[in-house]
């Protein structure tokens, strides 16, 4: 008997601590993107990476704040 694991329903904009440290110094990291892959943004450094949904929620270690899943397009003014 196993029990299911707890899911997180993620959302875009969540900012996330992972157990990798980049080699930038940071372990935050938000959400950019959710589905089969995830992007995440690098919160030290602005890197965006894609990673496989099941490697991201191994990863995560921790969540720090919780979006609006509201997509945002950086570089646009305001909202
Ligand atoms: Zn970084």
């Known amino acids: 008997m196993s029990d299911p694991p707890e899911r997180i329903p993620y959302r875009i904009g969540d900012v996330v601590r ?3 440290t980049h080699p ?3 372990t935050d990291w938000e959400v950019t993107r959710t589905g089969i892959d995830f992007g995440l943004k690098c919160l030290g ?3 965006r990476v894609m990673i496989p949904r099941t490697k991201f929620e ?3 270690k ?3 704040k919780h ?3 509201i997509l945002r397009f950086p ?3 305001g909202s």
Request: hydrophobic share 30%; with cysteine.
């Open 18 to 20: 992972l157990r990798k």
């Open 58 to 60: 191994r990863a995560v």
């Open 45 to 47: 450094c602005g890197r």
């Open 24 to 26: 930038c110094g940071s």
């Open 75 to 77: 570089g646009l003014p």
């Open 62 to 64: 921790q969540v720090l």
């Open 67 to 69: 979006g609006d899943g």
